[in-house]
């Protein structure tokens, strides 16, 4: 699985130096203007670049088509997917943390919101989409599913903006619910536990199908 999931890697070096400009802009655009919820969209973007580009480039050069020949198991192959999903999002959420640590040594006046909810939000948003996507590129193929994984990318990054917006924009409505209280006095630690829970459990369901899927798949 380690050598899947580096050949990934080394195949996106073009894309990797290409996401750091992508972060850089981010930074002074999202990051400063809409903080935290800026934070999970950059990240999300990131991942998407690279975890689409990897399938991109396997499709490109009929990458499916030597991994299934080669003595490796298809639960592997899977597998090395859906980890590096979690790769591609720390190396971004890395990569935002040394941008925000320059600004910060260098005293520049920019707002820059770099915190556990912006990571929070982004762990939850990258989980989402790869489970509805993944599954959707092992039955049909990258360039079959590429366009509804486009469309449910920005659902997430609209429709997560505007929700987020829309809540705020209510919180009269909001602290009469039971959820803002029971989350205002748990510890990060508590609020992680109880968030990742259900996020692994939808995270196991997505693989088992996208592992059905790419059992089943003619190639």
Known sequence: MYHLIKKDILMQKKALKLSILLMI????????N??????????????????????????????????????????????SKYVSIYIYAAYAML????IYLIISLLN????ISFNFTGLMGAIIAVTLFCSISFPLIFKHGYLKSKMANLIIFFVFVFGGTALVG???????????????????????IEILGIVLVPLA???ICSYFISLTFYRKREF
């Open 201 to 203: 459990l939808v995270l």
């Open 166 to 188: 829309y809540l705020v924009g209510n919180n009269e409505w909001m602290l009469g619910q039971d959820i803002i209280p029971f989350f205002k006095y748990r510890s990060d």
């Open 25 to 32: 802009f981010f930074t002074f655009t999202l990051l400063t």
């Open 34 to 79: 809409i903080g935290s919820v800026g934070l999970t969209i950059g990240v999300l973007t990131i991942t998407y670049q690279l975890v689409l580009g990897a399938y991109a480039l396997e499709d490109k050069n009929k990458g499916d088509i030597i991994l299934i020949s080669l003595p490796i198991k298809r639960t592997t192959i899977v597998l």
């Open 95 to 98: 990569v935002f943390y040394l």
């Open 108 to 111: 520049l006046p920019l707002n």
